[in-house]
């Protein structure tokens, strides 16, 4: 029998069949078998490429960002093309999101290496602020992909209703956003970091507690 022009089966072709099936039964449904049979090749196959599970599991979440665009390129400043970046990473969990648990469980930081440098090369601040960066912008985007991801899987509202007698604070500030789109709550979300950054940069404050001279609202 003639061997085929192109490979049956790849690392890539892999990580994206594994994909479909979380994306169908979630992450607890996906076994060998079921990948396999997504490739039409016998599952021992597959550990010609992944050593086991967990190794196709973290390629799936190599999948999900491999398409990200680089902060060197763009005509807007550092930080909106960094916002930029991080609405689209969410977007790409928010369209998978069975997937999104996958984050925690199998997110080794190597994978994100050549972003993180990309991110500190093209930063203008000094180095002290690097990592403040890379941190703030990581958990702001994962943090309100994961909730949003989970609440779309689970079908539940990203919001549990509650009784706004009793929080009435929480209630007047919900109602004040409510409807807001959820990308764009990220985009200021992260600007207000900025803005805050930029501050503590003019001012040589960094490491220093919140100057109460300097708040809007002092108590």
């Not at 994306?23 to 010609?48: I, Q, T």
């Not at 997937?99 to 925690?104: N, Q, T």
Request: proline content about 5%; overall charge negative; hydrophobic content about 40%.
């Amino acid at each position: 029998m003639a061997r085929p022009s192109t490979p049956l089966i790849s690392r890539e072709l892999a990580a994206e069949a594994a994909l479909q099936v979380i994306d169908e039964l979630g992450v607890a449904g996906c076994s060998l078998d079921r990948v396999a049979k997504k490739l039409n090749v016998r599952s021992p196959s597959l550990y010609h490429y992944f050593r086991d599970k967990d190794e196709l599991l973290e390629e799936v979440v190599r999948l999900l960002f491999a398409n990200l665009p680089s902060l060197a390129n763009g005509s807007d400043s550092y930080e909106e093309r960094l916002v930029e970046l991080c609405v689209k990473a969410r977007r790409s969990l928010i369209q998978h999101p069975n997937a999104a648990v996958l984050v925690l469980q199998h997110f080794p930081r190597r994978l994100m290496l050549a972003a993180y440098e990309d991110t500190a090369k093209t930063n203008p601040y000094p180095p002290e602020f690097h990592m403040l960066v890379i941190e703030a912008s990581e958990k702001l985007m994962f943090g309100t992909a994961l909730f949003e991801a989970a609440a779309i899987a689970r079908g539940a509202k990203s919001f549990p209703d509650f009784n706004t007698d009793q929080y009435a604070h929480l209630a007047k500030a919900l109602s004040v956003v409510d409807g807001t789109d959820q990308e764009e709550f990220l985009k200021e979300t992260l600007r207000i970091f900025f803005v805050g950054l930029a501050q503590r940069y003019r001012d040589g404050s960094i490491g220093q507690p919140v100057d109460e001279s300097r708040k809007l609202f002092p108590q």
